[in-house]
């Protein structure tokens, strides 16, 4: 009977990555009624589990880090497709798209994702441990690269409005790939041991010598379905955005809401994968997958709507306003203090997640 479950459930994961590309294929570009809505969304959701269980296999097979930066780096290369693609079809109404959907991207997942892992850490485990010299380094290049995209704009001179000249966002761009390169050499190589999950005691679990893992077959399997998973998510998450925005603009709220709806429905693979991270003790895991996305989404994203800048008409506006830098620097604060004991409470993961709450709330009513 437990074996029919268990191939019950690995026909399913199969299934539904497969069955997104195919409602997508079907529905892109098209209006969607109510019906077709409610199919979308029951696929999306499940496209959603699919893609966390297949990263969960991955991570099981490569071990940590590897396992949270292939589904942190997946997410964010098809996220940034859809925003270069959105914004090639937007003109001018999209020029801040890529500073919005960046910033919503780091608010997520430094204050929604990373609260509620310490959060539910803490409560199954009395306290959540993590390594503060991994984490610490990934903070600070979050905070690095977030400042030098998204504040630095608002203040330059040599071009009107919160943007970056054509030799500035060159420099970003450089600046960000040379950024997230060296986290990801040292996450991977020179200092792996920094970034792995930490007993109670201190001492480092490093999961490749322990249960055998899925064989290659089975994770390129899972590695080509989670990519349709993903590519399912975004898709089907761009296909119900009309009706999302049509909800929005009925309760009357601005239209940046939009934006970070769209963010969350992307995000949730992460987001489970995370939270089922800290539930089995493993934060440090849960803080990779939510600090790699933050600086996937930056890093990836930037250089790429430099290299789109090329050929897009319209302003490029990056530069935050006053509000949002407010919420950045007190992000950075509240998440350095929570990063140097190496240890949380569940006071630190509420902490985040009022910062979230802020930030919901302000996104609603500016």
């Known amino acids: 009977m437990v074996t029919r479950l268990r191939a019950l459930g690995t026909q399913w994961t199969a299934v539904v990555p497969v069955l997104a590309i195919v409602l997508l294929a079907l529905t892109w570009g098209r209006d969607l009624p109510g019906v077709v809505v409610a199919v979308v969304t029951l696929v999306l959701a499940g496209a959603v589990l699919a893609a966390v269980h297949h990263a969960e296999v991955i991570a099981h097979r490569v071990g940590e880090p590897f396992g949270s930066l292939v589904l942190a780096v997946a997410v964010t290369i098809i996220e940034v497709a859809l925003i270069v693609t959105l914004m090639a079809d937007g003109g001018d109404k999209s020029s801040t798209l890529a500073r919005d959907t960046v910033f919503a991207a780091v608010m997520i997942t430094c204050n929604g994702i990373v609260g509620l892992c310490l959060l539910v850490g803490a409560l199954r485990h009395r306290v ?77 679990i490093d999961t490749d010598g322990h249960a055998k893992g899925p064989s290659s077959k089975a994770a390129l399997l899972s590695l080509g379905l989670l990519g349709l998973a993903l590519v399912g998510v975004v898709g089907l998450a761009k296909g119900v955005s009309p009706t999302i925005e ?76 006053s509000t949002h830098m407010v919420l950045l620097a007190l992000t950075v604060i509240v998440g350095t203090l929570t990063v140097v004991p190496g240890r949380a409470t569940p006071l630190q993961g509420g902490v985040h997640l009022v910062l979230f709450a802020a930030f919901l709330e302000l996104a609603v009513t500016p």
């Open 128 to 204: 959540a441990v993590f390594n503060p010299e991994g984490t610490g380094a990934a903070l600070a290049t979050v905070a690095t690269l977030a400042t030098l995209c998204l504040v630095l704009p608002t203040f330059t001179t040599t071009k009107q409005g919160p943007e970056f000249s054509t030799a500035q966002l060159t420099f970003a761009a450089i600046a960000s790939i040379v950024l997230y390169g060296l986290f990801v050499t040292t996450q991977t190589v020179r200092h792996r041991e920094y970034f792995l999950p930490l007993t109670e005691e201190g001492e480092v």
């Open 246 to 321: 049509s909800g929005v603009e009925s309760a009357g709220m601005p239209h940046a809401v939009v934006g970070v709806i769209i963010a969350l429905l992307v995000l949730l693979p992460e987001t489970i994968a995370a939270v089922r991270a800290a539930r089995r003790d493993r934060v440090q895991t849960s803080l990779n997958l939510a600090l790699g996305s933050a600086m996937a989404s930056i890093g990836l994203t930037i250089p790429a709507v430099a290299v789109a800048s090329v050929w897009l008409s319209g302003p490029l506006v990056l530069g935050l306003s």
